[in-house]
Structures are given as structure tokens and as C-alpha cells.
């Protein structure tokens, strides 16, 4: 499994947009690219999911570049209730489950 | 209406012990897994089941064991808890190929003392 690194910490003030960047050098070719948020006492929520160029929903947009090896969650317009830590992960489809590396904590300040 | 709901959401029990989590997905979904986090929010893979067939089993003590009585329900069994044992439990389901990622219930969080 593609092992990732990301910052273990951002910070950033309401309104902003805020950009997370995972590495992940030795994806392969079936990968694909999922980012999750976790809030305190709860289980991590699915964010977006990716596997070329960039993705877009209404919470958050993803970038990737063409050789994969990295990865960019962009947040527009952040709130205080986007404080969380958010984990990048990378994997196949089908019975391979996905594994989450440290993640990180984003503190969104007034 | 909870899509994955776990129960209980939290349990205190005494070194030694055998306690069970349920787990229930109404999402239709054909897999679920159980999944640690311990206290440095580490998350690892414990178990996964697709259609009541184990298909993951990663080094975890056989002193946990997992069941599914059907596709919707998968259960995480502890024999005699050990203190190392107290760590967030998180339920999780998806489809098989995972388009919409993996939905996790909210947790138990198991404290052995």
C-alpha cells in the first residue's frame, strides 16, 4: 500500500482558503486518492475521492497532478467548524482496505 | 437514522473480561470492518467482511474475534480484555469498489481498567 506523508498541522483564520498537501511517491497505477475528515469523538467522515487532474464537490476540491504522486485538498472559505483532522489515503478499489497515515489537524482561529 | 450505528458508545470494563460491540449498517452495503484507534489516533485495520465472508484479517490477537450474522450486521468479540486493549473502535462500511468511500458509525471507545 502507497504510504503518505502530510503535515501533522495547519493553521489558518475563518474565511481563508486553506490547501493540504499529501505526498504519496509510490502510488500505483489502480490507486486512488480519498481524503476524510475526523472531528473529535467521531469516526472520519468521506471528503472527496480522486485519481487524476482535479475533482470538485460542493464541500471541497481535489488536485492531483499528472504523474499521481502527490496530492491537494483545497478548502474554500474555511469556517471555525472546519477544525478537524483530515487524513489523506491511498488505495485500489475492491477488497484492499485503505490505510490512514497520521493526518492533519487543521485549527481554524476567528 | 443512523447509517452505521455502533453500540455501546462507551464501555469501562476490568482486565479479563469478555465484552462484545455491535455494529449495523442500513446503507445496503456489501463490506464492513472494524478499524482501532488508540491513543496516538493512529486508525488500523482490524477485520474486514464482504457479504458475511471474512476477507481481511489483519495481525490482531485471537482473542478478538469478529462476527457477521448477515451482510447488514458485523460484531467485534473481546476474550479476556488486556489493559493495551483500550483504544476507539470504529465500525465502517462501503461498497465493494469504495466510489463513495468508506462510511464509519461514531465509535466505542473501550476502556479497560
Known amino acids: 500500500l502507497a504510504k503518505t506523508t502530510q503535515p501533522i498541522s495547519m493553521d489558518s483564520y475563518e474565511g481563508q482558503e486553506v490547501n493540504i498537501t499529501c505526498s504519496h511517491n509510490?502510488?500505483?497505477?489502480?490507486?486512488?486518492i480519498t481524503w476524510y475528515q475526523q472531528f473529535p469523538s467521531q469516526g472520519p467522515r468521506f471528503i472527496i475521492q480522486g485519481y487524476k487532474t482535479k475533482v470538485t464537490n460542493e464541500v471541497a476540491s481535489l488536485f492531483i497532478p499528472a504523474d499521481r504522486k502527490s496530492s491537494t485538498l483545497s478548502l474554500p472559505r474555511v469556517s471555525l467548524s472546519d477544525t478537524a483532522v483530515y487524513y489523506c489515503l491511498v488505495g485500489a478499489s475492491g477488497y484492499s482496505t485503505l490505510t490512514f497515515g497520521k493526518g492533519t489537524m487543521l485549527l481554524v482561529s476567528p | 437514522d443512523t447509517a452505521v450505528s455502533q453500540t455501546p458508545k462507551y464501555l469501562v470494563t476490568q482486565m479479563g473480561n469478555d465484552k462484545s460491540i455491535k455494529c449495523e449498517q442500513n446503507l445496503g452495503h456489501d463490506t464492513m470492518y472494524w478499524y482501532k484507534q488508540d491513543s496516538k489516533k493512529f486508525l488500523k485495520i482490524m477485520f474486514s467482511?464482504?457479504?458475511?465472508?471474512?476477507?481481511i484479517n489483519e495481525t490482531v490477537p485471537n482473542r478478538f474475534s469478529p462476527k457477521s450474522p448477515d451482510k447488514a450486521h458485523l460484531n467485534l468479540h473481546i476474550n479476556s480484555l488486556e489493559l493495551g486493549d483500550s483504544a476507539v473502535y470504529f465500525c465502517a462500511s462501503s461498497t465493494r469498489d469504495r466510489v463513495y468511500g468508506y462510511t464509519f458509525g461514531s465509535g466505542t471507545r473501550l476502556t479497560v481498567v
Open positions: 509510490n502510488i500505483a497505477t489502480n490507486d486512488y
Open positions: 467482511y464482504n457479504n458475511k465472508e471474512l476477507i
